[in-house]
T-cell receptor, first 116, second 114 residues
Framework: DTGVSQDPRHKITKRGQNVTFRCDPI?????LYWYRQTLGQGPEFLTY????????KSRLLSDRFSAERPKGSFSTLEIQRTEQGDSAMYLC??????????????FGDGTRLSIL | AQSVTQPDIHITVSEGASLELRCNYS??????LFWYVQSPGQGLQLLLK??????LVQGIKGFEAEFKRSQSSFNLRKPSVHWSDAAEYFC????????????FGQGTTLQVKP
């Protein structure tokens, strides 16, 4: 079990640029979640996948945000035309969905995005 | 709407003292409840979870939590705090339905005095 891996750990970019983050979940996990965490707050749900299907998106996920999980393994989160308010820690988590129960999510170390 | 409240934003305890972090939730049915810990610049590590059954659950690093339905609470406790426990602690509830998504409180920062 190598854990959930996120890349990059830090990203600094200018306002208006596009950024893409990657998440590699625990290999046997079929669910993958993205959360956003701003300073002094708890993580907020953005979206989740079961295998390759994106099943829910939060209202926080504006049309500038897009997430994919093309083969049901790794996932990418892209932010287009970044804004100051996008500065945050983006956390990825994965879990093994079984029989409708809420299995614990395992989190990566996150990607910290700073918009100049 | 579902929500989680952690009333204490910041707590300071002396090393060796006991600890209790409060968590209250709002949920219409039997909740799935979690406590996570986050060190600076790191992701979240699961301390313990409550799904059903015994209302006192044991977790890693000597932590335990008690589910009290009548008080809508899931407080985290540790009998003797170590300096390495200094971190941010998050309580979370699993959202209704089978999405598995979590709703987090805003967190409690624990500082440990030598």
């Amino acid at each position: 079990d190598t854990g959930v891996s996120q890349d990059p750990r830090h990203k600094i970019t200018k306002r208006g640029q596009n950024v893409t983050f990657r998440c590699d979940p625990i290999s046997e996990h079929n669910r993958l979640y993205w959360y956003r965490q701003t300073l002094g707050q708890g993580p907020e749900f953005l979206t989740y996948f079961q295998n390759e299907a994106q099943l829910e998106k939060s209202r926080l996920l504006s049309d500038r945000f897009s997430a994919e999980r093309p083969k049901g393994s790794f996932s990418t989160l892209e932010i287009q035309r970044t804004e100051q308010g996008d500065s945050a820690m983006y956390l990825c988590a994965s879990s093994l969905e079984a029989s409708g129960s809420n299995q614990p999510q395992h989190f990566g170390d996150g990607t910290r995005l700073s918009i100049l | 709407a579902q929500s989680v409240t952690q009333p204490d934003i910041h707590i300071t305890v002396s090393e060796g003292a006991s600890l209790e972090l409060r968590c209250n939730y709002s949920y219409g049915a039997t909740p799935y409840l979690f406590w996570y810990v986050q060190s600076p610049g790191q992701g979240l590590q699961l301390l313990l979870k409550y799904f059903s059954g015994d209302t006192l659950v044991q977790g890693i690093k000597g932590f335990e939590a008690e589910f009290k339905r009548s008080q809508s609470s899931f407080n985290l406790r540790k009998p003797s705090v170590h300096w390495s426990d200094a971190a941010e602690y998050f309580c979370a509830v699993g959202a209704q339905g089978n999405t598995g998504k979590l709703i987090f409180g805003q967190g409690t920062t624990l500082q440990v005095k030598p």
